[in-house]
């Protein structure tokens, strides 16, 4: 028997796993909202044994469904051992903005209740989910995402051939000084390398210019950085990779985000893909002054 590809889509209340399950349709995937928990295995076996009608499905199930605490683990053990592909992935979002998307909706917690408020439901959410957090392949935190912004990030991680199940490599060039993405795997700072922003005619460009190429790549130290930096990447993403693991994302941080960051994201992209790495690289910052 052929199994499907199955995502299971878990997580806190107000997390964005409803509008992820539609980004997931869009990208071709059988998708189920708030499945029983206990019904998953039954859906695998009916799944594997369609041929070719669902070779790939988005499961959301949540604590909305009484059995899903005490029997998720078991029946995510179970999926295994039948070497199901099946994937975890865990969403979450400050409490702030878990509090302000249910303000906006006008909709219960699940969990609340008169003796129970709003912020000790969240809290108590997240400390019961936490075992389950723990084995997800990938966390996906929605803090800053919009709805729409949501949707595009995950048919970016999520776009590659419906065969492979590759490691998905996303890095990200960000500015310290407009915060810290979230949910990094490896975080890799650049703000000792000689800033072109106090050169007066560069600062105004960006790590993709060639003026402020030239600039950095003068530098003996950006040079031994890329390298040094490539190296440890060409160590980690295979042990990374044999280790199970779906996706990897690094942070390249500089002050702003605009010029070095840029700049040795770029270059390692290139790097790692003339030597046969797939890797998606994303600018947050660098339009920002």
């Given at each position: 028997?052929?199994?499907?590809?199955?995502?299971?889509?878990?997580?806190?209340?107000?997390?964005?796993?409803?509008?992820?399950?539609?980004?997931?349709?869009?990208?071709?995937?059988?998708?189920?909202?708030?499945?029983?928990?206990?019904?998953?295995?039954?859906f695998a076996e009916l799944a594997g044994n369609s041929g070719e009608i669902v070779r790939r499905a988005a499961l959301v199930v949540d604590i909305r469904e009484?059995?899903?605490?005490?029997?998720?683990?078991?029946?995510?053990?179970?999926?295994?051992?039948?070497?199901?592909?099946?994937?975890?992935?865990?969403?979450?979002?400050?409490?702030?903005?878990?509090?302000?998307?249910?303000?906006?909706?006008?909709?219960?917690?699940?969990?609340?209740?008169?003796?129970?408020?709003?912020?000790?439901?969240?809290?108590?959410?997240?400390?019961?989910?936490?075992e389950i957090r723990a084995l997800a392949d990938l966390v996906v935190d929605t803090t800053d995402h919009s709805v729409h912004s949501l949707r595009q990030h995950?048919?970016?991680?999520?776009?590659?051939?419906?065969?492979?199940?590759?490691?998905?490599?996303?890095?990200?060039?960000?500015?310290?000084?407009?915060?810290?993405?979230?949910?990094?795997?490896?975080?890799?700072?650049?703000?000792?390398?000689?800033?072109?922003?106090?050169?007066?005619?560069?600062?105004?460009?960006?790590?993709?210019?060639?003026?402020?190429?030239?600039?950095?790549?003068?530098?003996?130290?950006?040079?031994?950085?890329?390298?040094?930096?490539?190296?440890?990447?060409?160590?980690?993403?295979?042990?990374?990779?044999?280790?199970?693991?779906?996706?990897?994302?690094?942070?390249?941080?500089?002050?702003?985000?605009?010029?070095?960051?840029v700049m040795v994201a770029n270059e390692l992209r290139r790097r790692l893909r003339k030597g046969g790495v797939r890797i998606r690289v994303t600018h947050r910052?660098?339009?920002?002054?």
């Open positions: 028997m052929s199994y499907p590809v199955i995502l299971i889509i878990t997580g806190l209340s107000g997390s964005g796993k409803h509008s992820a399950v539609k980004a997931f349709e869009d990208l071709g995937y059988f998708c189920v909202d708030n499945l029983p928990i206990q019904l998953i295995p039954t009484r059995q899903f605490l005490p029997h998720f683990q078991a029946i995510y053990r179970d999926l295994k051992k039948r070497h199901v592909p099946v994937k975890v992935l865990f969403f979450e979002a400050a409490d702030e903005a878990l509090m302000r998307r249910f303000s906006e909706t006008r909709r219960p917690h699940p969990l609340g209740s008169e003796q129970l408020d709003l912020p000790r439901a969240i809290e108590r959410e997240r400390v019961e989910l936490k995950l048919i970016d991680q999520f776009r590659a051939s419906e065969s492979t199940l590759e490691m998905r490599i996303t890095m990200i060039s960000f500015g310290f000084k407009h915060g810290v993405p979230h949910g990094l795997d490896l975080l890799l700072d650049t703000r000792f390398l000689t800033n072109p922003y106090f050169v007066p005619e560069l600062a105004a460009l960006t790590g993709r210019h060639p003026k402020v190429l030239e600039y950095l790549r003068a530098d003996p130290e950006t040079r031994e950085t890329i390298d040094r930096y490539q190296d440890l990447l060409g160590f980690l993403l295979p042990k990374c990779q044999r280790e199970g693991r779906s996706f990897f994302t690094i942070g390249v941080g500089c002050t702003g985000g605009r010029h070095r960051s910052d660098i339009d920002k002054i």
